[in-house]
């Protein structure tokens, strides 16, 4: 069993001290809780796939292609004309 000294700001040790008084654990017990909780927070995070990642971006409203990247070629050919009026 390894001992470690740790440092804690004060509203770190209030809140150590608020969560030892509330639910009666001992400080040992409230750090490895704390711990294994980050533990399988980290696990969820590996397991996130592209869509979940990309589902919370805020990308904003978008719209503004005139369309789709298929057509790129035909529209762009299709603008040069337009521009310069051939």
Not at 17 to 39: D, E, N, P, V, Y
Not at 59 to 78: M, Q, W
């Amino acid at each position: 069993m390894g001992i470690r000294t740790v440092r804690l700001d004060d509203d770190t040790e209030r809140l150590l001290s608020q969560i030892t008084q509330t639910t009666g654990i001992s400080i040992s017990t409230a750090f490895k809780k704390g711990l294994r909780a980050l533990q399988s927070e980290l696990g969820k995070e590996k397991s996130r796939r592209s869509y979940a990642v990309y589902k919370e971006l805020d990308l904003g409203p978008g719209g503004y292609a005139i369309a789709s990247s298929s057509d790129t070629k035909k529209v762009v050919k299709d603008a040069i004309k337009r521009k310069l009026g051939r």
